[in-house]
C-alpha cells in the first residue's frame, strides 16, 4: 500500500528532524555505531527493555484473544451511559471538521504520535537516560495494569462508531483502519491510553534533560489530547480519565524512581 511508504517517509523525516534539530549541536556524532556498544547499552537497561515488550505483547493477545470473549460476555455498551452527560459535545466535530486542521491531527495521532513511541525508547537506551528509561517502562505497566479492568469490563464504543458517521483517520488515509485496528480495539476507549502515554511520554522525555526534545513532547501530547477530541475518537471522560491516571502515574515515579537510576 501506498501510504505505508508515505508513513515510513514521514517517519525518517521526524527521525532526521529530532537528530539534527532536537538534539545537542553535534550529538548525532556521538551515536554508537560500533554493534558492541549498542549491545552493552541495551543490556544496561534490559530490565525496562523486557517490561515495556512484555506490556505490549500482552495487549496484542488482549486485543486479538480476550477482548471479544469479554465484551459478549459483559453485553453491554457503556457509550450509552456516557452519552447521557456529555450530550453530544465530541459528536459536532464529526460535523464540522475543516481540512486543514482534520489532516493535521490526522498526522497527529497517525504520525506524530507513534513516532514518539518508538523514538523516545531508543532516545533513551543510545543516550543512557536510564532513569527515563526506567520510568517510561514502569509507567507504562502502571498505566496498562489501570486501564485494563476498564478495557475489559466497561466497553465504550468510540465516539464515530458509536454515531455511525464517517472515520476521520479513512476520509484522509483510506483503508488506514484495517491496519490501525490490528492493534487495538473499537471499544478500548477509557480511559484513553493516547492520553495517558502522550503525557508519560512528555514527562519521561523531560527526565533526560533535553529542552528542545521536552518541548516538541510536550507540544505533541497537546496536539495528541486536542486530535483523540476534534477526530471523534474519544469521548470527553475518556480523555480526562486518561489525563488524570496519567498524573497519577507520574506522581508515583517521581516519588519512587530516584536520581540513581540516571
Known sequence: ??????????????????????????????????????????????????IIIAVVAFH???????????????????????????????????????????????????????????????????????KAMKSLAYGLLLIYAVSLPFYLFLPIKNVYMFYGVDSALEAVIPSIENFFYATT???????????AMTILIAYCISLSGNKKLTYFGYFVAISVIISVIYLSIHWITDTIVGGLLALGVIFILHRYITDDAK
Not at 551515536?31 to 544496561?44: A, C, F, G, S, Y
Not at 493535521?104 to 523516545?120: E, Q, R
Not at 480495539?185 to 492520553?195: G, K, Q, V
Open 60 to 130: 496484542l493477545i488482549e486485543v486479538k484473544f480476550i477482548d471479544p470473549v469479554v465484551t459478549q460476555w459483559v453485553g453491554y455498551d457503556y457509550a450509552n451511559t456516557i452519552i447521557g452527560f456529555e450530550n453530544g459535545a465530541v459528536y459536532w466535530f464529526s460535523q464540522n471538521w475543516t481540512p486543514v486542521l482534520l489532516y493535521y491531527f490526522v498526522l497527529i495521532y497517525i504520525v506524530v504520535y507513534p513516532f514518539t513511541l518508538w523514538f523516545s525508547p531508543l532516545y533513551f537506551i543510545i543516550g543512557r537516560k536510564k
Open 1 to 50: 500500500m501506498i501510504w505505508l511508504a508515505v508513513l515510513g517517509a514521514l517517519n525518517l523525516f521526524l527521525l532526521f528532524f529530532a537528530i539534527f534539530f532536537l538534539m545537542p549541536k553535534n550529538s548525532y556524532k556521538k551515536i554508537p555505531l560500533d554493534l558492541k556498544v549498542i549491545i552493552q547499552r541495551i543490556n544496561e537497561q534490559i530490565k525496562p527493555i523486557l
Open 185 to 195: 480495539t473499537l471499544n478500548n476507549c477509557l480511559p484513553s491510553l493516547h492520553t
